[in-house]
């Protein structure tokens, strides 16, 4: 159109101006709600938010910890009116137990935490489905919602797939190798064409303690993975979450988690097709044969980016026959080549190295070492791979890469072409033939980011990006129902930035190509993440994590400070309670879609 023809960015609205201070600020013209906060009660007889008196029993009736991944699902087809879906990834003990810290002699020290502060955290983790409504222009918690449901650390879930009941994934607590408790480290994550809530589990290997013979048969597995990190205190008090006590039990976490929310007593379950490592979402899409595909990104420096295609095809008439699509399909690893084309290389048992010679006796050695498969197909070692959006309007799929700082210049190669990528980059694959279930398809780099006015940065923003439009650190991102990109970032509050993550509209199309312009920013020591549009566009949901983490670096910012100063505790800013991550909904004042 005459717009685009012109360079103008196809996101209407007036740039934030980045920075940093205690709150968050949104676009002129527009209303940032806190819609769910930590605590907030889910139900009708849920106790409300105390954080002197918090027990697990109440946490597990409120909304958890440090909200990731948000997902809407409309119900009866309505924009205004649906199940709000929100992973809670981990917890921040120093930022949750008033008291725990102490700075003495400039050391920051945490107490060790009692079985009841372990306990809140298994509750605080995991997810939140919550019916929510828009009423008069503002959105609203339904707490008496007949689907509103908690899923933690200890809901029981079913192991599905190829690796199911499989000897590397029995317990002394399960023998069958299927039935296990909790979800861990949801970050990314999606919602299916079936309307299904899909839970990715990322950063496994911290909840994990004690000690692994080095000569035990999952030393290769879990050392791959970083197993055991026993940056949790739950050994402690639990044998499940100590490898010397309960080998097998990192094998069963790692996977992508399926809920279906139509049933709050439904057995959440994992789906082992889809390949064991640090899942950080699954975003799908349906393909023109009507194959699903669902993209998948492995955050971890030097690691893979994924993409699932199921055998069967989605039904969008019956439900019930799309229930069991993500069991059986097609695992696939990405090879970026030099000369623009990208393949897709299937992890299929028997298939070229996957075979007994290297250990993998059959599909369940190659799902749950999805890893060591890629690594012998030869992918392509990436940048920290994070979320990955296919578009539906353009065709393209967006990969975001969110930073590696230790890639040496030695091993640059076309689709990480920077050394010490400390402020990561994007980048869009075109799928061969438009279809997403191709093996082959072209890419190129959509956006180097980082400061474009520092040359050694080497970023490729447009030059009409504003000095607020530029961001580094890519990590969720969401496509509007227009078709349009936007991209929020997880690590710019430090003093390197001098400004906070953020959501950015980033153009994709025409002259503004590689435009940014910032809509939203977090307050200090949050990362963004969301972000999610209801189908009408006219909410973006995002989700403030971690409020006030790292703030230490920061003058008036110090940790302590969070009880100290009420000033800097989002988003009450009262004395009797702490910063508190939540989820925020943004919306036009006066109604209508955003940024149009
Ligand atoms: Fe949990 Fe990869 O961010
Ligand atoms: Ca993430
Ligand atoms: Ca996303
Ligand atoms: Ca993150």
């Known amino acids: 159109d005459e717009a685009r023809a012109n360079g103008a960015s196809a996101f209407t609205f007036e740039e934030v101006e980045a920075g940093v201070d205690a709150d968050h600020h949104v676009a002129a013209g527009y209303d940032a709600d806190v819609l769910l906060r930590w605590g907030d009660p889910l139900f009708t007889d849920a106790p409300d938010f105390d954080p002197l008196k918090q027990s697990a029993e109440s946490q597990a009736k409120q909304f958890g910890y440090n909200n990731d991944y948000v997902g809407f699902i409309p119900l009866e087809g309505s924009s205004d009116h649906g199940l709000l879906v929100v992973n809670h990834e981990y917890t921040n003990p120093h930022l949750m137990f008033p008291g725990i810290v102490t700075i003495a002699e400039g050391k920051v020290k945490q107490a060790p935490l009692t079985k009841e502060q372990v306990d809140i955290e298994l509750a605080a983790h995991g997810g939140t489905i919550v019916e929510i409504r828009k009423d008069n222009g503002k959105w609203q918690v339904v707490r008496d919602g007949k689907l509103n449901r908690r899923v933690t650390v200890n809901t029981e ?84 979450f100590d490898v010397s006590k309960e080998p097998n039990e990192p094998n069963r976490f790692g996977w992508i988690v399926e809920v279906d929310v139509n049933d709050p007593n439904s057995l959440p379950k994992k789906r082992t097709a889809l390949g064991r490592f640090k899942h950080e979402g699954a975003e799908s899409i349906v393909a023109k044969d009507g194959r699903v595909v669902f993209y998948l990104g492995d955050d971890e420096r030097f690691d893979y980016v994924y993409k699932f295609v199921t055998k069967g095809t989605f039904n969008p008439n019956d439900r019930a026959a799309n229930m069991d699509l993500l069991d059986e399909g097609t695992l696939y690893v990405a090879k970026f080549a030099e000369d623009g084309s990208v393949e897709w290389l299937p992890l299929v048992h028997g298939e070229g190295p996957l075979t007994a010679a290297n250990g993998f006796q059959s599909q369940a050695d190659v799902v749950i070492e999805a890893r060591r498969a890629g690594d012998l197909l030869g992918a392509t070692k990436m940048d920290r791979p994070e979320d990955v959006q296919p578009n539906g309007t353009n065709g393209k799929v967006y990969v975001m890469l969110t930073n590696n700082t230790k890639r040496k210049e030695d091993q640059v190669d076309a689709a990480n072409p920077r050394a010490e990528n400390a402020f990561g980059h994007i980048i869009e694959i075109a799928e061969d033939g438009g279809d997403f279930t191709a093996t082959r398809g072209t890419w190129e780099v959509l956006l180097k980011c980082g400061d474009p006015s520092v040359a050694e940065v080497g970023a490729s923003f447009s030059t009409a990006t504003t000095a607020n439009g530029w961001f580094g650190m890519p990590d969720n991102c969401a496509i509007d129902a227009a078709g349009r990109l936007w991209v929020s970032t997880d690590g710019n509050s430090n003093k390197a930035t001098g400004r906070t993550d953020g959501l950015w509209a980033v153009d994709t199309e025409g002259e503004a190509r590689a435009t940014s312009k910032l809509f939203y920013r977090v307050p200090v020591g ?71």
């Not at 399960?174 to 949801?186: C, E, Q, R």
């Not at 911290?206 to 197993?227: M, V």
């Open 526 to 596: 949050a990362e963004m993440c969301g972000p999610l549009f209801t189908p009408n566009d006219e909410t973006a949901f995002v989700a403030v994590q971690h409020p006030g983490d790292g703030g230490e670096d920061w003058d008036g910012f110090g940790r302590a400070s969070y009880y100290e100063d009420p000033s800097t505790r989002w988003p009450d800013f009262k004395p009797d309670l702490p910063v508190r991550p939540s989820v925020v909904a943004i919306t036009k004042q006066g109604g209508g879609k955003i940024a149009v």
């Open 157 to 240: 879930m079913q192991l599905t797939g190829p690796a199911a009941g499989h000897d590397r994934l029995k317990t002394n607590a399960d023998a069958t190798g299927t039935k296990v408790f909790g979800t861990l480290n949801n970050c990314a994550g999606g919602v299916t064409p079936w309307g299904t809530y899909i839970m990715a589990e990322e950063n496994i290997h911290g909840y994990f303690g004690g000690e692994l013979p080095a000569d035990h048969p999952e030393a290769t597995n879990y050392k791959r993975l970083g197993i055991p990190e026993g940056s949790y205190e739950w050994s402690n008090f639990y044998d499940r």
